[in-house]
């Protein structure tokens, strides 16, 4: 196997690759630090209880409900398995996935250009990673994409049975498929990259060729797809035998696709909204970097070296507009790819300064050298201030976070709107004041940590109501829940307010406001249930005694 980005006569290759890469990663690993004091968000929330449920005995979808994909949950299993009810666990996790995909992004990056392009990329991906906050941590996306990785490189290793590593890497993306289901984007890319020949892409007549027989590569394609096959075949069997197979197929044949659609069909103008969503996730300046790094590379005739970089771009631009909604952590799978065209272009800059440098010195113009550089350096400061502010900010919050991690998340500087951390924490430590690990609680809202660093058990299998006020989801599991309640009798109900998530529900009302709405669990509340505290966000419900006449029956 050829030495990553090496060049015939650089003997010197491998201790400068090992340089850039240990530099590369302890600069990561000091941007992403600070992702310690990260809070566990809702959706991070919802795996880690789902995982949690999952330890103890409970079926997904049947036992426990969620719209995603079943594998975000079975990855979370040894993490909770391992951490516990950590508040930082999120934090730690992120950490860990930040350092091993600026790696995998250093590798592959080096590979086809050169290792100090792969430590920019590696820099540039960990700082747009940590730009997005706790809202990208951690979440399916960003799993897929080391998955992703792990079967290129699966793909790309020379040596015996070559097969068998081609049936690895179809297990590895097979994984990726039970993530998220759109990674089968990127099975274009494993299979035709790791054998495609781009040396001719420069020339007079430009074309690609595989570097093996076409015969070995249908060899390797072959087994590949069984790896694939034999993934998703393996998943739905253990479903099915776990007496959850009805369950799966009404959430994720029935009413995902109602869930997926209603973006499209609610929207006006949706692809308008969807360029506007693409330039608010990403920014003027990594878009930019696409258009720079074509021209550079058909100015240069550097297209048999970027090809590989702009087809997995494409591949992770496809993931992510598959899921049509756009959301922020949706861009985790084209993050690593846009990271390595910009810092292609950063590089490439910096050579044409050298060069013009180089020829202003060889015509003893000394003066003009110093403009030059004057200039470079400016170009280099315009993007500076202000990540390095939030670097500084973040680094503020880290500090406050080792003083008191409670109180750091309690009052966390940049927690979204619609997630009351504060206020999850003042009622967490409620209900450890006011009732037993035993008991049984029910949040009406959208707050799955309550129950995951309570402690405390939810009595349905709808862990967040999102799935009971949104008009996609039938009907038959309102009048499901109340007859849960009904049966197990919840120590308390938590009523939240001001959670509306319009995009996902299509309802403008909070969970209070949709009461009126869902007279059925008013009513129980009304007679089954006493008010016993009221928090700025939530409102503490008590159960009464004894039902009340004819409540229960």
Same mark, same amino acid.
């Given at each position: 196997?050829?030495?990553?980005?090496?060049?015939s006569?650089?003997s010197?290759?491998?201790?400068?690759?090992?340089?850039?890469?240990i530099?590369?990663?302890?600069?990561?690993?000091?941007?992403?630090?600070?992702?310690?004091?990260?809070?566990?968000?809702?959706?991070?929330?919802t795996?880690?209880?789902?995982?949690?449920?999952?330890?103890?005995?409970?079926?997904?979808?049947?036992?426990?409900?969620?719209?995603?994909?079943?594998?975000?949950?079975?990855?979370?299993?040894?993490?909770?398995?391992?951490?516990?009810?950590?508040?930082?666990?999120?934090?730690?996790?992120?950490?860990?996935?930040?350092?091993?995909?600026?790696?995998?992004?250093?590798?592959?990056?080096?590979?086809?250009?050169?290792?100090?392009?792969?430590?920019?990329a590696?820099?540039?991906?960990?700082?747009?990673h940590?730009r997005?906050?706790?809202?990208?941590?951690?979440?399916?996306?960003?799993?897929?994409?080391?998955?992703?990785?792990?079967?290129?490189?699966?793909?790309?290793?020379?040596?015996?049975c070559?097969?068998?590593?081609?049936?690895?890497?179809?297990?590895?993306?097979?994984?990726?498929?039970?993530?998220?289901?759109?990674?089968?984007?990127?099975?274009?890319?494993?299979?035709?990259?790791?054998?495609?020949?781009?040396?001719?892409?420069?020339?007079?007549?430009?074309?690609?060729?595989?570097?093996?027989?076409?015969?070995?590569?249908?060899?390797?394609?072959?087994?590949?797809?069984?790896?694939?096959?034999?993934?998703?075949?393996?998943?739905?069997?253990?479903?099915?035998?776990?007496g959850?197979?009805?369950?799966?197929?009404?959430?994720?044949?029935?009413?995902?696709?109602?869930?997926?659609?209603?973006?499209?069909?609610?929207?006006?103008?949706?692809?308008?909204?969807?360029?506007?969503?693409?330039?608010?996730?990403?920014?003027?300046?990594?878009?930019?970097?696409?258009?720079?790094?074509?021209?550079?590379?058909?100015?240069?005739?550097?297209?048999?070296?970027?090809?590989?970089?702009?087809?997995?771009?494409?591949?992770?631009?496809?993931?992510t507009?598959?899921?049509?909604?756009?959301?922020?952590?949706?861009?985790?799978?084209?993050?690593?790819?846009?990271a390595?065209?910009?810092?292609?272009?950063?590089?490439?800059?910096?050579?044409?300064?050298?060069?013009?440098?180089?020829?202003l010195?060889?015509?003893?113009?000394?003066?003009?050298?110093?403009g030059?550089?004057?200039?470079?350096?400016?170009?280099?400061?315009?993007?500076?201030?202000?990540?390095?502010?939030?670097?500084?900010?973040?680094?503020?919050?880290?500090?406050?976070?080792?003083?008191?991690?409670?109180?750091s998340?309690?009052?966390?500087?940049?927690?979204?709107?619609?997630?009351?951390?504060?206020?999850?924490?003042?009622?967490?430590?409620?209900?450890?004041?006011?009732?037993?690990p035993?008991?049984?609680?029910?949040?009406?809202?959208?707050?799955?940590?309550?129950?995951?660093?309570?402690?405390?058990?939810?009595?349905?299998?709808?862990?967040?109501?999102?799935?009971?006020?949104?008009?996609?989801?039938?009907?038959?599991?309102r009048?499901?829940?109340? /007859?849960?309640?009904?049966? *197990?009798?919840? @120590?308390?109900?938590? +009523?939240?307010? &001001?959670?509306?998530? #319009? =995009?996902?529900? %299509?309802?403008?009302?909070?969970?209070?406001?949709?009461?009126?709405?869902?007279?059925?669990?008013?009513?129980?509340?009304?007679? /089954?249930?006493?008010?016993? *505290?009221?928090? @700025?966000?939530f409102? +503490?419900?008590? &159960?009464?005694?004894? #039902? =009340?006449a004819? %409540?229960?029956r």
């Amino acid at each position: 196997m050829h030495t990553i980005g090496a060049t015939s006569g650089d003997s010197d290759f491998p201790r400068r690759s090992r340089i850039w890469l240990i530099a590369a990663m302890a600069a990561v690993f000091v941007l992403s630090l600070p992702n310690l004091q990260y809070p566990i968000g809702r959706d991070q929330a919802t795996y880690c209880l789902i995982a949690d449920g999952l330890l103890k005995g409970k079926h997904l979808y049947r036992d426990l409900w969620d719209n995603k994909p079943p594998g975000i949950f079975y990855l979370y299993l040894p993490i909770v398995q391992l951490l516990g009810c950590a508040p930082w666990l999120v934090g730690g996790v992120d950490l860990v996935c930040v350092l091993a995909v600026a790696f995998a992004t250093f590798c592959f990056c080096a590979k086809y250009l050169k290792p100090r392009v792969g430590a920019v990329a590696a820099v540039l991906y960990a700082c747009w990673h940590n730009r997005k906050g706790y809202i990208n941590a951690a979440q399916p996306e960003v799993f897929l994409i080391l998955l992703v990785y792990g079967s290129l490189a699966l793909s790309e290793l020379e040596g015996r049975c070559p097969r068998l590593r081609s049936f690895a890497a179809g297990l590895a993306l097979g994984a990726a498929f039970w993530v998220k289901y759109n990674a089968l984007a990127f099975l274009p890319l494993v299979i035709f990259l790791p054998y495609l020949d781009t040396g001719h892409l420069d020339g007079p007549c430009p074309r690609l060729s595989l570097t093996i027989s076409w015969r070995d590569w249908l060899s390797r394609v072959d087994a590949l797809v069984g790896g694939l096959a034999f993934t998703i075949a393996a998943v739905l069997t253990r479903i099915g035998l776990s007496g959850a197979w009805p369950a799966m197929r009404e959430v994720q044949f029935q009413v995902l696709p109602r869930y997926g659609a209603m973006i499209v069909q609610r929207t006006p103008h949706y692809f308008l909204w969807a360029l506007q969503q693409v330039n608010f996730n990403l920014g003027n300046w990594p878009e930019a970097g696409v258009a720079l790094a074509l021209l550079i590379a058909w100015r240069c005739r550097d297209f048999h070296r970027t090809v590989p970089i702009f087809l997995a771009a494409a591949s992770g631009f496809l993931v992510t507009a598959s899921q049509a909604r756009f959301n922020a952590y949706s861009f985790e799978t084209l993050f690593p790819f846009l990271a390595m065209l910009w810092a292609y272009v950063a590089t490439q800059v910096y050579d044409g300064f050298q060069a013009l440098s180089n020829h202003l010195a060889h015509r003893n113009w000394s003066a003009a050298r110093i403009g030059v550089w004057l200039v470079f350096i400016n170009c280099a400061y315009f993007p500076l201030p202000v990540p390095a502010m939030r670097q500084l900010e973040r680094y503020q919050g880290f500090e406050k976070w080792c003083r008191s991690p409670e109180k750091s998340y309690e009052s966390y500087w940049w927690s979204l709107g619609i997630e009351h951390l504060g206020g999850e924490f003042q009622i967490i430590s409620y209900l450890k004041k006011h009732s037993a690990p035993g008991d049984k609680i029910y949040v009406w809202g959208t707050a799955p940590l309550i129950y995951f660093l309570s402690g405390r058990e939810c009595p349905s299998r709808f862990v967040s109501n999102l799935a009971l006020v949104s008009d996609w989801a039938p009907e038959a599991w309102r009048d499901q829940l109340v /007859q849960t309640l009904k049966l *197990k009798r919840p @120590r308390f109900i938590i +009523v939240e307010r &001001r959670d509306a998530i #319009p =995009a996902v529900s %299509g309802t403008t009302l909070d969970s209070q406001e949709y009461l009126v709405r869902y007279p059925v669990l008013a009513d129980l509340l009304h007679h /089954q249930y006493r008010l016993a *505290k009221a928090f @700025r966000n939530f409102t +503490v419900y008590a &159960r009464l005694r004894a #039902p =009340a006449a004819g %409540g229960d029956r």
